[in-house]
Each structure stands twice: as structure tokens, then as C-alpha cells.
């Protein structure tokens, strides 16, 4: 699922790289716009029914019924998401002063129905296990997003070509994973939904906030005195850094679900460790982000070209920001196994008051400046007390050492990153050479266990071919 996941950063890079040149930055602002308002509608309605859907699906006896509830219920859901949307286009155009916003905001509301129905069909994917399926509808998706939207612009229809493409990948997606999920859209609901409520609301209402949270940046610049510009050159920074993020949306379903079994078989001590581990494997993250902070100048004026060179101090911070969200994203996870799912609704909840008040004190003074840092300052302080729920809980840490050799690995590939200058194709060497010296610098400091090396070696071409001959003798 991940490496499925990561063809949205590789195929948003390209698309991105591609539409800030022909949309230019008051175009692609306004893209960047219309897509947040968009987005949403689209993660309100999965977020109510995606973790209640995993749940009940995987624990039915036979999943039919259940499946064929859910799938109603996005359709129902998706619908009135898009009404709503359409209604609004106007008045939320007048709003932030963009009369051209309404009608890219009329277009998105025919993509809610659309993406609602593809969303529950992969939620149901997922509760039966069939991650296979599940990857590969993301990877149709993403690669038909590139495609169409690199077509459609291409012939002339702008930013609306920009949203149609992204319609017609969701339309793509939902084709695929109607071959796997062969319910009836249309009929009466016979399964009870006060289920699916219950449990929605919480984790809804929760999931609603950060993802209102994340786009916090976007619409506060803008409603404070921001130009649509500005709006653009913080869109761009904020898609180069959400590859932390998709790490956590892929390990999140997979961690909710395996620790939920681990508890519910009485293996305590396992799955403390798999909570303990997930946290470690976010400090492994923090050199990696400090190489992409050390690059950005050079990592934003190659892809977005260099009228976008201003998103480059935002890029450097964000992407910290973004890293500190994936400890969060483990720490709600945790919570929401040990039974304790309201702490993800509450830390939203502070995230987004704390999240307005700090980028009303910064942004007035420090533009889109401020406006990554206020983000960043909250999703670090969320991380934070998410460490200190998880130790209530578990009685657990992130581990001390590996928190040590991050930080001193993070500050000699800042120093290697910024001191190596590179552009272009030499931009992918210098990025691939840090990383590798990265992964070596941990292996030097002994951070990798025997058994961690033994099996990453299995997934070398060379072990593959040797394990059949050894067992054999």
C-alpha cells in the first residue's frame, strides 16, 4: 500500500511541475484553493465511515451485508457532500474575494459522489485484507490523474481541465475496485447503521479537524490579507512536503488493525513493541527530512521552476512539521486500540484552535511564512503530548538512542545537503547518494539489530537467487 501510495508524491510532483508552469502562480493558487475546499467534503465523508467500515467488515461472518450498507452510505453521503459543495461555490467564492473560485468549486461538487463511492469500496477492501486490491486501485488512480490531467490542460481548459483529470482518475479508480467489490449500489439498507455512527462520529469528527488543521495555512493566508500568489508559492511547499504524511496514512489502517488483534489475543508485550517500533521508525525519518530542509532551494526551483523559489524557507520547515504528524497519527492509533479513541478527537481539537491562534499572530507579520511555521509549531507540540499519552498508556518511549543517532545524523546531512550544490538530474544523485550515506551512518552506529539486516538483505535480487540453491543442500 505503500509504494502504491508513493506514486501520488512521484505523479504530483509532475503534475504540480507541470501545472505551475502553465497555470502560472494566480492559476495555480487558484487550484490550490478550490482543491482544499474540495478536499474537504472528500475526507469528511471517508473519514466518518473509513475506520467503522475496517472494523465491522473485518470482524462480519459474512461481509456482504455489511459491504452492501457502507457502499449505500457513501452513495448517500457523496451526494449530499456534492450538493453542499454546489450550493456553497458561490458564496464561499465571495468570501475569499476569487469570483473565478465558483465554478472550479461547481466542478469539484460532480467529483464528491464519485470519490465517496470509490472510498467505501476501498474501506471494504481493506477490512477483508485485501491490500493487493487495495494498492492497486490507488496506483490506477494516481497514474491516471497524470495522464488525464497533462492531456486536458494541455488542450487548453486550464485549471478546469486540472479538476476534470482528477475526476476522471477517481472515476478510473472506482472501475477498478468495482471488479474486486461487486455490490448493489441501489436498494433499501438492511444492516443497522447506529453502529457505524457511534463509532463515526468520534473518529469522524476527529479526522474532519486535521485534515481542516492541514489546510489551516492555505485558507487563513488568504482570508488574511494574502494574495493569491502567496497562496500558490504555500500550495507548492506544502505538496513537496506530504510524503511524511503519507507514510502515516499508510501505516495507520495496518498498525489500527494488527495492535487491535495483538490486545485482543492478550499479547500485551508484542504489541507494545510494534507501538514502541512504529515510534521509533519515525525518529529514523527526521535525516531525511532535514536532507529535503538542506535541498529545498534546489528541490523547489527544479520542480516548480525558479518564480517559485520563495517556497523554498517554507518547504524546509514544513516538511519537519510533517514528520512530527506521523508520531501523532501512531499515537492516535495507539489510543484508539487501548479504547481510548476520543484522545485523537481531542488533540484535533486543540490542533486546530492552537493552529488559528498561531497563524493569526503570525501571518499578518510573516506571510506565508508564518503560516508554515505556525503549522509546524503545532503539529511539533502535538507530537509531544501524543509521546506522553502513549507513555500513560503503555508505559513506552520512543527509544532514547535511536532519538540520539537521529539527531546527530539529521545535522551532518543538513550540513552535506547544503554545502553540495546540485540542479537538475544531479539534484536526484545528490538526494539518492545523502540518502544511502544515511541509511550507512545508521548501520555504522549500530541502530539496525541482526535481525533487521538480515532481513533487508532478503529483499536483494542476489539473496533471491541464492535462497534456492541453499535450500537445496
Same mark, same amino acid.
Given at each position: ?201 468520534? @473518529? ?140 485523537? @478527537? ?117 539473496? @533471491? ?9
Amino acid at each position: 500500500m505503500f509504494l502504491a501510495g508513493l506514486l501520488l508524491p512521484l505523479t504530483g510532483l509532475i503534475t504540480a511541475a507541470f501545472l505551475t508552469r502553465r497555470l502560472g502562480a494566480d492559476g495555480y493558487g487558484l487550484l490550490v484553493l478550490s482543491t482544499t475546499l474540495f478536499v474537504w467534503v472528500e475526507l469528511t465523508i471517508n473519514a466518518f465511515f473509513s475506520r467503522a467500515t475496517i472494523r465491522f467488515v473485518g470482524a462480519a461472518a459474512d461481509w456482504h451485508p455489511v459491504g452492501t450498507t457502507v457502499i449505500r452510505l457513501h452513495a448517500l453521503a457523496g451526494v449530499v457532500g456534492g450538493l453542499l459543495l454546489g450550493l456553497l461555490a458561490f458564496p464561499l467564492a465571495w468570501l475569499f474575494h476569487e469570483p473565478p473560485l465558483a465554478p472550479y468549486l461547481a466542478l469539484y461538487a460532480l467529483h464528491v459522489p464519485i470519490s465517496s463511492l470509490s472510498q467505501g469500496h476501498q474501506n471494504i477492501l481493506i477490512g477483508r485484507g485485501s491490500f493487493r486490491q487495495k494498492a492497486m486501485s490507488n496506483a490506477g488512480r494516481w497514474i491516471a490523474r497524470l495522464g488525464l490531467i497533462l492531456l486536458l490542460v494541455e488542450m487548453g481548459l486550464s485549471v478546469p481541465g486540472a479538476i476534470l483529470g482528477s475526476l476522471g482518475a477517481a472515476a478510473v479508480e472506482l472501475a477498478i475496485t468495482r471488479r474486486y467489490i461487486k455490490l448493489p449500489l441501489f436498494g433499501h439498507i438492511a444492516v443497522p447503521t447506529r453502529p457505524f455512527y457511534d463509532l463515526g462520529i468520534v @473518529l469522524g469528527s476527529s479526522a474532519l479537524l486535521i485534515q481542516i488543521f492541514s489546510s489551516l495555512g492555505v485558507v487563513m493566508l488568504k482570508t488574511l490579507g494574502g494574495t493569491i500568489e502567496e497562496v500558490g508559492i504555500y500550495g507548492a511547499a506544502q505538496n513537496l512536503s506530504i510524503l511524511p504524511g503519507l507514510l502515516g496514512l499508510s501505516l495507520s489502517p495496518l498498525l489500527l488493525s494488527t495492535v487491535s488483534r495483538l490486545l485482543s489475543e492478550g499479547k500485551i508485550a508484542h504489541a507494545k513493541d510494534m507501538g514502541q517500533g512504529a515510534m521509533r521508525m519515525v525518529l529514523g525519518l527526521l535525516p531525511f527530512g532535514a536532507l529535503v530542509a538542506g535541498s529545498a532551494r534546489e528541490i523547489v526551483t527544479w520542480v516548480f521552476g525558479s518564480s517559485f523559489e520563495p517556497a523554498a524557507p517554507l518547504l524546509a520547515i514544513l516538511i519537519l512539521g510533517a514528520i512530527a504528524f506521523v508520531m501523532v497519527s501512531v499515537a492516535s492509533v495507539i489510543a484508539t486500540a487501548s479504547g481510548v479513541p476520543r484522545f485523537a @478527537l481531542y488533540l484535533s481539537v486543540f490542533s486546530v484552535l492552537f493552529g488559528t491562534i498561531a497563524n493569526y499572530a503570525l501571518i499578518p507579520s510573516f506571510g506565508a511564512f508564518g503560516a508554515a511555521t505556525a503549522t509546524t509549531l503545532c503539529q511539533t507540540i502535538g507530537a509531544a503530548v501524543s509521546v506522553g499519552v502513549v507513555y500513560r498508556l503503555w508505559s513506552i518511549v520512543p527509544p532514547i538512542g535511536t532519538l540520539l543517532r537521529s539527531m546527530i545524523i539529521s545535522v551532518l546531512a543538513y550540513a552535506l545537503a547544503v554545502v553540495w550544490p546540485a540542479s537538475g538530474l544531479w539534484l536526484l544523485v545528490k538526494l539518492a547518494s545523502v540518502g544511502v550515506a544515511i541509511l550507512l551512518a545508521y548501520l555504522a552506529l549500530r541502530e539496525f539489530s541482526p535481525e533487521e539486516i538480515s532481513q533487508a538483505r532478503s529483499f536483494l535480487p542476489g539473496s @533471491l537467487l541464492l535462497s534456492a540453491p541453499e535450500q537445496k543442500r
